[in-house]
């Protein structure tokens, strides 16, 4: 954190200044680790071991706050007789079918449910598993009972805290030491430390960040920190949570207001052919009736009106058929895959730089070899634009300028300083930059050329039946200045939504399901409250209270902390004054506190619900997780994930190490690519033997774009390196400030050695195990240049959201520098077989 | 500072005698009569910075139309004005020398880049976007209705705006294309 988010981190160093210990995790050795009270150096890729030993050694040792894990979570909750667990199957669920490596997930429902999950294209199911399904969950869980049956007393075999207590009781610090390779009195330090500081008084927060999510098991990572903090009480509480650390100045928006295949503003699904037929048939299948999800409809017909105005009426489904279809996987691997194949002819690449960012770069590069035309827009011209120029491709004889097709279109972009807009930051906070002049030549902002280029393509359309959502899009907004931009207030204004007044929405509770309101993004409605831009609000921060709720505007509601009802009792008091955040005034009969209550505001927490209650009028006064349908903190997953209802320990796709928790080596239902362009180094490859795993610098930001092109930056990191131990150094002949070759079955690359303890050699399992980190910044564009780290690895996929195991994989080490031309490919050749 | 002539207050004469060159000893005349160019700009933009995603709050000063300083703004509640490297550098992001204001365009089989006039450009994109929309069409996959493209594809968005990413949602949707993608995935 301190590395990459490095002003984020001067709060970790306020509350260390406060008593606060701070532990770091991670197999390098980082500026974080040099301030941290301990650093815990950690095998890449074995954190469910760790985490799974902790939530071992909660449960075993009755550590868990129990007031708030039987009112907030489903302890309690009996799970169907049908389940069967890791324990049983040797590191499978109940369900797994070994042909098509997918688990038919209906034995992990509640008791009760299980015939409610038997329609094969509910969520979970096989269907909604295969269009990454459960990357919609970012506002919600799937849909599971209301009122499920349960046992208070916590011993039923079949609750969910003693099926929990079974699965991880093989997780032993003892594993951890063999796994992990952190030693018993190290793990014991950590567990006594979060343990400790959980509680009624206290509370414990975990950071991740790509660290966690890039790995064929990233969602289940997660997951165990969700089972960790849920059993601790420390979800929906000050200084308490899980934070996700994200990278890009606004991928928290461009995940809410989605630039993702499977998601539609506010984590509403996109439709599926087979699932979603019509808009009844998605209204059924996408989440349950109770919680706020049931309000779905709401949402999505705002969305759709916001979109298609007067032409989306209740005959017409409000133009629901207007939305494509997805079928399966449209993912930006599976998308490369169809530019090598063929059948992608345009792209465009936006701010982004694929050839140096993403997973095995050739296969970037081929992909944009074989399409027809090809849209980059950006400050400077990074190597997605130059490919055909200066690629590592042409070094290598395997490709020849005058051969490649691809017409390349490069569109300078506005910078940030250069337009006006919201980003939205890691915590959910929209905040409007104002904009400080035009940009220069023909530099335009993102805003300029999609609508522009809407308004041409809408020129060149007829009548056709396939072009009327384009040619009936609302998709008129007022154009300023001396290049007609569009108006960003203009377009931030449709996001919130308008009544049927046209005045702007204050709340997402105001959305209707009859068409009578429209709202772009049911999430960030109310950012636009009473016509005011509130994401632009600058109160200054020692001027108002330490939560500073009017410094910009976080969704949803303005609300600072998700699900803060938890932070109160079943009774509505404060857990401790220590702790106090939300609560409820009896006097007044409402809740109230330092932040905007995440609840109803009127209901009490004694309210119970009716029978055949919906919505959020069917969640208890003490359901502080009011998206879940049964308003639950889930410790165990019913329906919605594609690989358990729990995390097991899976080794890496490729790993030097035999996983002796289960007999199962990987992850299951990883999704491989089995192709010629994404060769896997073999498993058990002895030329293999080293851990590789990627990292950041300070200095540089992601793929270079915006930070090797800069003298400051450049200087001040001018070169690629691996960080390796002594120890590997001794062992491959690397010589400080010399050459190595690292060497994986994609490609070999080349980088400056720098031989320090901060790598530290593991003892896993009686074996000595070397790990390699290197960042990633470096392409062949740019004031510094270096070869493309990110060449080197597969593309493996986490089967829940696609994102793949960057952050992982096996390599070789050689002194000095790497071959050119045909005699790499000859070196790769000669490692791919042996 | 010290009493007596010039000598005595010149800078060099009193680190030669052994004071501190990095506090008072550094001052002269001149130095203190130096402003800081943030005191002459023009305007002030309330901006954010474009790098990760913590948010913290930068002020942009600009004179004559250009962008002459950016630094942290002291009101944030995240950043309490402090920047990072990166952030301390975003005055070179938008100035630097390097980068791209013309539009290129290098044509299939080419081997060096061309100029093309941005209007041009937007209209031979859009020519694009309609033929390979038509030529990819399916209205049906599998027996079931589709109506979409696999031929057009999109990768970006986290280093952009809400508002541009959702106008880039609605306008690919609406198109019928669904390979929209961005850093979030990966």
Known sequence: ?834 | MADGGWISRWPVFRQLQGEDGRRDAARSARTDALRPRTEQADTVARSVCPYCAVGCGQLVYVKDGKVTQIEGDPDSPISRGRLCPKGSASKQLVTHPGRRTEVLYRRPYGTEWERLDLETAMDMIADRVVRTRRETWQQTHEGKEVRRTTGIAGLGGATLDNEENYLMKKLYTALGAIQVENQARI
């Open chain 1, 1 to 834: 954190m301190a590395e990459c988010h490095p002003v984020g981190f001067q709060w970790v160093m306020e509350a260390r200044l406060r008593g606060a210990k701070v532990f770091h995790i991670d197999p390098r050795f980082s500026r974080t680790s040099a301030v941290a009270d301990r650093y815990l150096p950690i095998r890449a890729g074995t954190d469910i071991v760790l985490l799974g030993a902790l939530i071992n050694h909660v449960l075993s040792n009755e550590l868990y706050f129990r007031d708030y894990v039987l009112a907030y979570t489903n302890a309690a909750t009996l799970v169907s007789e049908r389940f069967q667990d890791t324990e049983d199957l040797d590191g499978l669920f109940s369900g797994f079918d070994p042909e098509t490596r997918r688990y038919d997930p209906s034995s992990w429902a509640y008791e009760g449910d299980e015939e409610a999950t038997t329609d094969e294209m509910r969520e979970g199911g096989a269907t909604h598993a295969e269009a990454a399904g459960s990357d919609s969950y970012g506002a919600r869980g799937a849909g599971a009972s209301a009122r499920p049956p349960t046992d208070p007393t916590l011993r039923h075999p079949r609750c969910v805290l003693q099926v929990l207590k079974r699965h991880f009781a093989r997780y032993t610090p003892e594993m951890v030491d063999e796994l992990c390779g952190i030693a018993p009195e190290d793990f014991a330090e950590l567990a006594e430390a979060i343990t400790a500081n959980s509680g009624r008084e206290r509370t414990t927060a975990w950071v991740y960040s790509v660290g966690w999510t890039q790995h064929s098991v990233g969602v289940q990572y997660i997951r165990a920190s969700a089972i960790l903090q849920l059993l601790l009480g420390n979800m929906g509480r000050p200084g308490g949570g899980i934070m996700a650390l994200r990278g890009h100045a606004s991928i928290q928006g461009s995940t809410d207001i989605p630039t993702l295949f499977n998601l539609l503003p506010g984590y509403l699904a996109m439709p599926h052919a087979h699932r979603h037929e019509d808009l009844a048939d998605y209204l059924e299948r996408e989440g349950a009736g109770t919680g706020y999800w049931g309000n779905r409809r709401s949402y999505l017909v705002s969305l759709l009106k916001a979109w298609w105005g007067d032409a989306a009426t209740e005959d017409n489904d409000f133009c629901f058929d207007y939305l494509p279809r997805l079928t399966g996987d449209h993912g930006h691997y599976t998308t490369v895959m169809g530019q090598i194949d063929g059948t992608v002819k345009g792209y465009f690449v936006i701010g982004e730089n694929p050839a140096v960012g993403s997973a095995n770069g050739r296969a970037q590069r081929m992909g944009l070899a074989n399409l027809d035309w090809l849209v980059v827009r950006d400050l400077t011209l990074v190597e997605t634009a130059t490919f055909w120029k200066d690629g590592p491709e042409l070094e290598t004889g395997e490709m020849r300028t005058g051969d490649i097709a691809t017409e390349v279109f490069f569109l300078p972009a506005a910078s940030h300083v250069e337009k006006e807009g919201t980003f939205t930051n890691t915590q959910r906070l929209l905040q409007w930059r104002e904009k400080a002049l035009d940009p220069p030549g023909d530099c335009r902002s993102d805003l300029w050329f999609y609508y522009h280029l809407g308004k041409r393509i809408r020129r060149r359309l007829g009548d056709d039946e396939i072009d009327r959502p384009m040619t009936e899009l609302t998709w008129d907004y007022p154009e300023e200045g001396q290049y007609r931009e569009p108006s960003a207030e203009a377009v931030l204004r449709e996001i919130n939504g308008t009544g049927p007044d046209g005045r702007a929405l204050s709340s997402y509770r105001e959305l209707a399901p009859d068409g009578s309101t429209r709202c772009g993004c049911w999430i960030y409605c109310g950012v636009y409250a009473d016509e005011v831009n509130q994401a632009a609000r600058r109160m200054p921060g020692n001027r108002q209270s330490w939560v500073a709720p009017e410094w910009g505007w976080a969704w949803p509601a303005n609300r600072r902390i998700l699900y803060n009802r938890a932070s109160a009792d079943p009774d509505g008091r404060p857990w401790s004054e220590r702790k106090a955040y939300v609560w409820w005034d009896a006097d007044r009969g409402e809740w109230t506190g330092h932040d905007v209550p995440d609840f109803d505001l009127r209901k009490p927490p004694d309210y119970q619900p009716p029978e055949g209650a919906r919505a959020e009028a069917a969640l208890s006064g003490t359901d502080p997780f009011i998206m879940q349908s049964d308003g639950k903190g889930w410790l165990y997953v019913p329906s919605g994930l594609s690989d358990g209802p729990m995390p097991a320990h899976y080794e890496p796709h490729e790993s030097p190490v035999l996983n002796t928790l289960y007999g199962r080596q990987a992850n299951p239902t990883r999704r491989i690519y089995d192709r010629p362009e994404n060769p896997y180094n073999p498993p058990g490859a002895a030329r293999f033997p080293y851990v590789f795993t990627t990292s950041r610098l300070t200095e540089h930001h992601t793929a270079g774009g915006m930070s090797r092109t800069l003298a400051y930056l450049a200087e001040l990191q001018p070169e690629l390196f691996c960080e390796v131990s002594p120890q590997l150094a001794a062992e491959v002949g690397l010589v400080n400030g010399g050459w190595a070759t690292i060497v994986t079955s994609r490609t070999a690359i080349e980088c400056r050695v720098l031989v320090t303890d901060r790598v530290r050699p593991l003892r896993v399992q009686r074996q000595i195990i070397h790990q390699v980190v290197v960042p990633y910044h470096w392409g062949h564009e740019g004031l510094v240049t270096g070869d493309v780290v990110n060449d080197l690895l597969p593309v493996v996929l986490d089967p829940n959201v696609y994102i793949q195991e960057s952050k992982v994989c096996t390599c070789a080490v050689l002194p000095g520098r790497r071959p050119r031309g045909q005699a790499l490919l000859d070196l790769i050749e000669e490692y791919r077989h042996g």
